[in-house]
């Protein structure tokens, strides 16, 4: 059980990511990619990315493993900033005795199959060519396993931030946090989560970063560290067959259906997210019209939808809004 305790600062401090984060992306979903979980949402990714993975598996293997501690250095506070090299970067910048005590924690683990290997030595002793090992693998294995499904990975992440903004909109921070039933429980000033280990996390007026991750399973993620950030990882829904449909080949043969008023419409009204009802009154159409127009979009690759209780909501993906700018573009 995770119990975050939070104080009158701390939730005036509650933010939500503005998109994904690499390395928390490369984290559990190399994870999810060692283990068997989720086959419906899951088969077919893992199914085009083992071969790829290749050399960079055992390193990551050694420092990811599908059970119990992983080093907090791998997934450091970004500041906002979602690119990839910066990422790396940071990480390859982790003062010494955090890498030490980060890999001292990882060698004693309970749940490590086995002893660390050989070459973990040099990681810790922030030697320059191990440093540079971890991050040409870290960069290797977002290149294979992650960059050509990032659109998709961006889409649902952004869906999710929707349904969080309607949230904070409707209730403010307190309906924020009371929207994740299930997966968290909020009973002021406690977040509740299931979690493999028992900790109370208390964030002392340093606020939480909440971080949605389309690779995280079931139940949040955190970090071991109590004087690092405070951060919960926490996992979206998802649409399946996303890792087909992010290969582009159908999305090109659905593409030609789009003609039309008023899917063009739907498409431009989705960028701050509607639900069908709202797409319904706005464009004086059924129901089940709109829900028609919204598959033929979904199966392009232009749209989101995600349940929220009762209501769909549906939001434009970055495929989506690169097609309405070029069409804007073009006036």
């Not at 283990?35 to 390193?59: I, K, M, T, Y």
């Not at 493999?196 to 996390?201: D, Q, S």
């Not at 991750?213 to 560290?225: D, E, G, I, K, N």
């Not at 127009?293 to 939001?315: E, P």
């Amino acid at each position: 059980m995770l119990r975050v305790h939070f104080t009158a600062d701390d939730l005036a401090r509650v933010r939500v990511a503005a998109a994904p984060d690499p390395l928390w992306e490369i984290a559990n979903s190399f994870q999810a990619l060692i283990s068997a979980d989720a086959p419906l949402l899951l088969g077919e990714w893992r199914r085009l990315v083992r071969p790829r993975v290749g050399s960079v598996h055992g390193l990551l293997a050694a420092l990811l493993p599908l059970r119990g501690y992983s080093p907090d250095f791998l997934t450091p506070d970004l500041r906002g900033s979602f690119d990839l090299a910066g990422a790396v970067e940071t990480v390859l910048g982790t003062p010494r005795a955090r890498l030490r005590g980060d890999l001292a924690r990882l060698a004693v683990s309970r749940a490590r199959p086995g002893p660390l290997p050989p070459g973990t030595r040099a990681l810790a002793d922030g030697e320059p060519d191990a440093l540079r090992r971890l991050g040409a693998a870290l960069h290797t294995y977002h290149r294979r396993a992650l960059a050509p499904f990032w659109p998709r990975i961006r889409a649902q992440v952004d869906a999710d931030r929707a349904v969080r903004a309607r949230a904070v909109l409707e209730g403010g921070t307190d309906g924020l946090l009371a929207g994740f039933r299930p997966v968290l429980r909020w009973q002021s000033p406690v977040l509740e989560a299931d979690y493999p280990v028992r900790r109370e996390l208390r964030l002392g007026g340093r606020g939480l970063l909440l971080q949605p991750s389309f690779f995280c399973l079931r139940r949040p993620v955190t970090l071991a560290a109590e004087d690092l950030t405070p951060v919960l990882v926490y996992p979206i829904q998802h649409t399946l067959g996303w890792a087909r449909e992010s290969g582009g080949a159908e999305a090109g043969v659905e593409l030609g259906a789009l003609i039309g008023r008023t899917r063009a419409a739907i498409l431009e009204d989705v960028v701050t997210g509607r639900t069908t009802g709202e797409l319904a009154e706005r464009f004086g159409v059924s129901g089940a019209a709109v829900s028609q127009h919204t598959a033929i979009l979904r199966r392009a690759g232009l749209l989101v939808s995600v349940r929220r209780s009762k209501n769909v909501l549906h939001t434009i993906t970055p495929t989506g809004l690169a097609l309405l700018e070029g069409a804007r573009a073009s006036v």
